[in-house]
């Protein structure tokens, strides 16, 4: 069980690495293709504020990614839960408020790893 723990950890980090590079880098290349709704001519004026919330997601990844190097059962596990409710709480944030697939894609995964973390 502990191998899936990590492998899903992986991931959620993975999908923050992801959305750290397309908001911070990708914003006004890619952004317009992702966000179809969002007006095309908003994406350069935004470009900032985009890079800072990727910035943020890159946070959320590097506490995910710190999970692995802890050696302390105990701690691993908090700062597990820690992370991955932050990402959770931010998943479902964005679903309420911007859109509702941002909760299958960045807050559901975060719950069931956080599942597998506390109960299993």
């Known amino acids: 069980m502990a191998i899936i723990i990590k492998v899903l950890i992986g991931i959620i980090a993975f999908i923050h690495l992801y959305i750290l590079w ?17 007006p095309k001519d908003l994406f350069l004026p935004t470009k900032a504020m985009a890079a800072n919330q990727g910035l943020y997601n890159g946070f ?15 701690w691993k596990q908090n700062i597990s839960i820690f992370f991955l409710s932050c990402v959770a709480v931010a998943g479902i944030y964005g679903a309420a ?5 941002i909760f299958f ?4 995964p975060a719950m069931v790893a956080l599942l597998f973390v506390l109960f299993v």
């Open 22 to 38: 397309f908001e911070m880098f990708a914003w006004t290349s890619r952004g317009p293709k992702v966000f179809r709704n969002f």
């Open 60 to 74: 959320l990844a590097a506490g995910l990614i710190w999970t692995f190097f802890i050696s302390n059962p105990a």
């Open 97 to 101: 408020t911007a859109d509702r697939k």
């Open 105 to 108: 894609v960045q807050a559901l």
